[in-house]
């Protein structure tokens, strides 16, 4: 599937590997927000469904200044049911993952959270390894995907 890249609203950059037009944001904010942002423009919190978009995503070139040691919000979250990880966008169960070791953990790993994690985040310090995280925490950055 090819398509120009006139077909991405402003902001947007298509990636003709991956069929999509992408915009990574560095303001911080919580996932909510980040995907009401994404909605705004027509797009939504980014879908990751194989290792190709997360090889992608791993090599971007993450030294422009507002998105440096930015942890990036993903457009997925288990808020219906506990561990049942869908992508809001479509509602499709994950069947790629990156997680962390260990997650998700609902805020059960070492700090024993409150047990309110419950949307992704892609790491920056772990090489973009996704994490749960509270969908109030407001320190994370976002990547719309426009369709």
Same mark, same amino acid.
Request: charged residues 30%.
């Given at each position: ?6 077909r ?13 037009c992408?915009?990574? %944001? *560095? #303001?911080?904010? +919580?996932?909510?927000?980040? @995907? ?5 423009k ?6 990751i ?25 993903i ?14 966008? %479509? *509602? #499709?169960?994950? +069947?790629?993952?990156?997680? @962390?070791?260990n ?6 790993g070492?700090?024993?959270g ?5 949307c ?28």
């Amino acid at each position: 599937m090819t398509e120009p890249a006139t077909r991405c609203p402003y902001g947007f950059v298509w990636r003709e590997d991956l069929a999509k037009c992408l915009q990574f %944001n *560095g #303001d911080r904010v +919580t996932w909510r927000m980040a @995907r009401e942002r994404c909605l705004a423009k027509d797009a939504d919190l980014i879908t990751i469904p194989d290792e190709k978009t997360m090889s992608f995503i791993k090599h971007f070139d993450h030294k422009n200044r507002d998105l440096k040691q930015c942890d990036f919000w993903i457009g997925a979250n288990d808020e219906k049911a506990e561990n049942d990880w869908r992508w809001v966008s %479509n *509602g #499709d169960p994950i +069947t790629y993952s990156n997680w @962390r070791p260990n997650e998700p953990n609902n805020g059960g790993g070492r700090n024993k959270g409150d047990g309110n994690e419950h949307c992704a985040m892609m790491l920056w310090v772990f090489s973009w390894a996704w994490n749960d995280a509270s969908c109030k925490n407001e320190n994370a950055c976002y990547i719309c995907e426009y369709n």
